[in-house]
């Protein structure tokens, strides 16, 4: 996480910006006080509440997971 005071972040916005939109948070100080943070937004509590639902019972289990999925004949590539 990394702190930035008032001047720094006014003089250099964008860069910051850019920082918060690759994942990183930013905490913004006046006189050595934390008075923001910039972070990216967080999913909406629905649309993820829907997404699980959506995943749900997807989730392929293999037993043996070096094995091939498919049998070597079956691969396109190789006709």
């Known amino acids: 996480m990394t702190r930035v005071n008032v001047t720094e972040l006014r003089q250099n916005l964008p860069s910051y910006l850019q920082r918060v939109r690759r994942g990183e948070r ?12 910039l972070s990216p937004p967080t999913a909406d509590i629905d649309a ?4 699980r ?15 091939p999925v498919i049998a070597p004949d079956e691969w396109e590539v190789e006709r």
Do not use: C, K, M
């Open 53 to 67: 639902q959506r995943l749900a019972g997807s989730v392929v289990r293999y037993d043996a997971p070096f094995d």
């Open 26 to 37: 930013v905490l913004v100080t006046s006189r050595g006080e934390v008075i923001a943070e």
């Open 48 to 51: 993820s509440a829907a997404a």
